[in-house]
C-alpha cells in the first residue's frame, strides 16, 4: 500500500491594515535630482517642486528637517516636522477576506505626502550643485535630493554703486568731499557707456564716455556745490547699450 501525504496550505487574508506602529523608514522622492534649466547670473529660476511620497505597503514617517548650505539655492520648506505615510486595505478581488482567498494587492485608504520647493539663483556663471538633507524621524535616518544647475552671464551688465548718493549739509559756493562711483560691467561683452551726466548744482569728474571690459569696472568722482540754502536733489545719469537698463539714475541729495 503506497500512503500519501498531503499537506493543506491556507492562506489568510488579514483584517483591514492599520497604520504601522513603528516608523518604517520608507519614503520615496521624486524627484531625487532636480535639473534648473541655464539660468542667467543674478536672475531666479522658476521654482522646482519636490515630493516627498511614502513608499509601498503601509509606512509611517515624519519629516523631521530638510537642509541645504548653498548660496545659489533656496528650498522651501513649509510646515516642519511634517508627516508621511501611507494605510493599506487588502484586496480580494471582491470576495470577503477570508481564510482560502489571498488578497491580490493593497489598496491604499489613506495617504499623505510631503512637497517642498528649491529655485535656483546663480552667482557666478558655470555648473553648480547642491545636496539637499533630509532628516527623518528625529534624525535616525537620512535622505538626500540633488540639485544642479548652470549659471550663464549675460553679454552685458551694468551695476553702478553705490545706488543712491547723500553728500550731508554743505556750506554754499563751496565742494563737498567727492562721492566715488564705480561702473561695472557684469556681463561676459564689454560695455560702452555713451554718455554721463549730473543735475546743477553737482559736477562730475572722470571720462564723460568710455568702454568696459567684461568684469571690468570705471571709477567716477561727483561733488556737490550747492549755490543756495536748502535741499538740493539731483540725479546721476549713465547711458550705455546695456540692453535691460540703457540708461541708469543715481539719486543725488
Known amino acids: 500500500m503506497v500512503v500519501v501525504a498531503v499537506a493543506w ?3 489568510g487574508c488579514r483584517d483591514p491594515l492599520e497604520l504601522a506602529s513603528t516608523e518604517q523608514l520608507t519614503v520615496v522622492l521624486n524627484p531625487s535630482i532636480v535639473s534648473f534649466p541655464t539660468t542667467v547670473v543674478g536672475q531666479t529660476s522658476a521654482a522646482i517642486a519636490i515630493t516627498i511620497d511614502p513608499g509601498a505597503g503601509n509606512q509611517d514617517d515624519t519629516i523631521t528637517e530638510i537642509t541645504e548650505s548653498c548660496p545659489d539655492f533656496a528650498i522651501t520648506t513649509p510646515g516642519l516636522p511634517a508627516s ?4 493599506c486595505e487588502p484586496d480580494c478581488g471582491g470576495m470577503p477576506c477570508v481564510a482560502k482567498v489571498a488578497p491580490l494587492a493593497c489598496i491604499t485608504t489613506a495617504l499623505q505626502d510631503y512637497v517642498f520647493t528649491a529655485e535656483f539663483t546663480p552667482s557666478i556663471g558655470g555648473a553648480q550643485g547642491c545636496s539637499v538633507s533630509i532628516s527623518l524621524n528625529g534624525g535616525t535616518s537620512f535622505r ?3 540639485l544642479e544647475g548652470t549659471g550663464t552671464v549675460p553679454p552685458i551688465d551694468i551695476s553702478v554703486s553705490p545706488s543712491t548718493i547723500a553728500f550731508g549739509d554743505v556750506r554754499i559756493n563751496t565742494d563737498s568731499s567727492a562721492a566715488p562711483v564705480a561702473v561695472r560691467n557684469l556681463g561676459g561683452s564689454t560695455l560702452t557707456v555713451s554718455a554721463t551726466s549730473v543735475s546743477a548744482g553737482f559736477t562730475l569728474a572722470g ?15 561727483v561733488t556737490c556745490h550747492p549755490t543756495a540754502v536748502g535741499d538740493q536733489p539731483g540725479t546721476l545719469t549713465i547711458e550705455s547699450d546695456d540692453p535691460d537698463q540703457p540708461i541708469l539714475s543715481i539719486p543725488l541729495a
Open 9 to 11: 496550505v491556507v492562506t
Open 84 to 87: 508621511v505615510y501611507r494605510v
Open 144 to 146: 538626500t535630493v540633488s
Open 207 to 221: 571720462a564723460l564716455a568710455f568702454a568696459v571690459a567684461a568684469g571690468g569696472a570705471e571709477a567716477l568722482d
